[in-house]
């Protein structure tokens, strides 16, 4: 009988069905043997607490000019194609994977059975075969871990293959830009990714995966957000751009963390994370302003790209290999989590932004139709790294928050929301944790604790009897009162020694939302539209400045 069931197990664990051959496969090793197995081939080092620091070499962040979606009879029609829905065609695809497949045989390489979405409801087993040891790590830190007894009989449903050290020698023959890509396939539940060791590829490829699958099949929202409950079981969202504070507010010593980067919204309204890590920017790292993060780096973590000293101690501050350092550890390095990874009952939504421009209110609220425009628009400033001189700030715009990854047309997913926020009689709202007083090198980057202070306001019904007032160009909805705030902040406009200079700059950024808005214009409801700034978009600067 023991053979028979070792048999079995073989059986499911063998890889010439997915081509490859003579390969030594080591099957779901422990992070601990990962680990060890990566310092020993000198691909990896451990800094001084025991973390392994690796180096993603060539690439130091996801290449989305080289990533792809096969076009075929179930993408064809429903995927929005352009800039960042490329099209490759199936018979490249299959040489690709028929290439990596060879290029895998006869090495010594790592597969791993996980599953993504905590929701048992949707969960989606995904095998994932690496090359290196430390990708191997990173996919237990990052995706659920199945029990031994779920291995026992593991089915996949997708198949990740990566390959950092194949390039693709003739890219333009085969449909590519340079050697690299990162390629999804619907049809055969693939995912390729071929001469890039980052990381995020993987993750953000399957994300990617989900946000097709997940509304089109299982009426499900995905959302590029992260997500925490209170005590009394209220669930609270938080979408925003990279550098607009994510991470850090929903990190709440008051609430159960659920995730902190990708969740669904199950029409049973229930939010679940997709994930079973955190993958987070370290650039900066102290224990005082980030105390999660900076506590979750300990042995089972896998540091990027960092720099360390002679005593191998990390220097978060240096920044000579990228701006872009992280780590990724699994969820349970956080002390508060929600476990499993899901909870019920949506009841506040925040946008962030970081507003460089010092334009927008710290808080206000949206009406759905403003929910719907400013999530399609995903709005928020970068400001350019000059230290001499001051350097005008550059509005940034990434559909739904988070368009690099978002198969479908925006308007598909900011119709879900809408509908979804109108069902739960969920409140939408818009934090600015950018600049006050000015623009920046003006005024200066609102407080943390005052942040905190809002959202905590919100989470504890502190504002849903307090009076609003309309923004008169954006036309958002402002409290004139939250406890723990200088209420003089409330109202940007106050906070400037210049009015007429505050008006001409909510202008200009204001004509940035429309123009960046055109696009999806000929998609979009009436509702969505007239939730946009109250200028006409045809309005001429020259006529206020």
Excluded at 19 to 24: A, E, N
Aim: hydrophobic content about 35%.
């Amino acid at each position: 009988m023991e053979t028979l069931l070792k048999d079995q197990k073989m059986k499911t664990r063998d890889l010439t069905k997915y081509g490859i051959i003579d390969s030594k496969v080591h099957w779901n090793l422990s992070p601990k043997k990962l680990q060890a197995i990566t310092v020993e081939k000198g691909m990896g080092k451990e800094t001084a607490n025991g973390t392994l620091a690796i180096n993603t070499g060539k690439f130091t962040g996801r290449s989305p000019q080289d990533r792809f979606l096969v076009k075929d009879d179930y993408t064809k029609d429903r995927v929005w194609w352009g800039k960042t829905n490329k099209g490759i065609s199936p018979e490249n695809f299959d040489f690709l994977q028929g290439e990596i497949e060879k290029y895998l045989s006869g090495k010594e390489i790592f597969a791993r059975d996980g599953y993504v979405c905590a929701d048992p409801k949707y969960r989606l087993n995904v095998r994932t075969i690496t090359e290196y040891p430390w990708s191997n790590m990173f996919i237990y830190n990052m995706f659920l871990r199945p029990s031994e007894e779920e291995l026992e009989n593991f089915e996949e449903e997708w198949l990740v293959l990566c390959a950092p050290g194949y390039e693709c020698p003739e890219p333009a023959k085969y449909g590519l830009r340079q050697g690299n890509f990162s390629i999804l396939n619907f049809t055969k539940k693939i995912a390729l990714v071929g001469g890039s060791a980052y990381t995020g590829e993987m993750k953000k490829g399957i994300f990617s995966a989900l946000n097709m699958i997940l509304p089109v099949d299982k009426n499900v929202l995905p959302m590029h957000c992260s997500a925490n409950v209170g005590e009394a079981g209220d669930t609270a969202i938080f979408f925003g751009l990279s550098g607009t504070g994510k991470t850090t507010l929903s990190a709440d010593p008051e609430r159960k963390l659920i995730g902190d980067d990708e969740h669904g919204w199950t029409a049973e309204n229930r939010i679940f994370n997709f994930e079973g890590g955190c993958y987070a920017k370290t650039i900066d790292l102290t224990e005082e302003k980030e105390p999660d993060i900076y506590r979750a780096i300990k042995p089972g973590a896998i540091l990027e790209n960092v720099i360390f000293d002679e005593n191998n101690n990390v220097d978060y501050f240096d920044s000579s290999i990228t701006q872009n350092t992280r780590v990724s550890y699994p969820i349970y390095h956080i002390d508060d989590i929600q476990t499993p990874s899901y909870a019920d009952n949506p009841k506040n939504i925040f946008f962030l932004t970081c507003d460089a421009f010092g334009v927008l209110p710290p808080v206000s609220k949206l009406t759905p139709g403003q929910a719907a425009y400013h999530f399609i628009s995903g709005y928020t400033a970068k400001v350019a790294g000059t230290e001499a001189g001051i350097t005008e700030p550059v509005p940034s715009f990434s559909a739904c928050f988070g368009e690099p990854f978002m198969p479908l047309h925006p308007t598909k997913y900011a119709e879900m929301l809408s509908k979804k926020m109108q069902e739960a009689g969920v409140n939408v709202w818009l934090v600015n944790t950018g600049w006050s007083g000015g623009p920046y090198g003006v005024g200066s980057r609102i407080k943390l604790k005052y942040t905190r202070a809002m959202i905590t306001a919100i989470l504890n019904g502190d504002l849903d009897n307090v009076d609003f007032e309309q923004h008169p160009i954006f036309g958002l909805n402002m409290p004139k009162y939250c406890p723990n705030v200088p209420t003089e902040m409330l109202d940007p406009m106050n906070t400037w020694l210049q009015k007429g200079a505050y008006i001409s700059k909510a202008i200009q950024l204001a004509h940035s939302f429309h123009l960046n808005f055109e696009k999806f214009a000929s998609e979009a409801s009436d509702q969505i539209i007239e939730g946009g700034p109250l200028i006409d978009e045809h309005h001429h600067l020259g006529d206020h400045v």
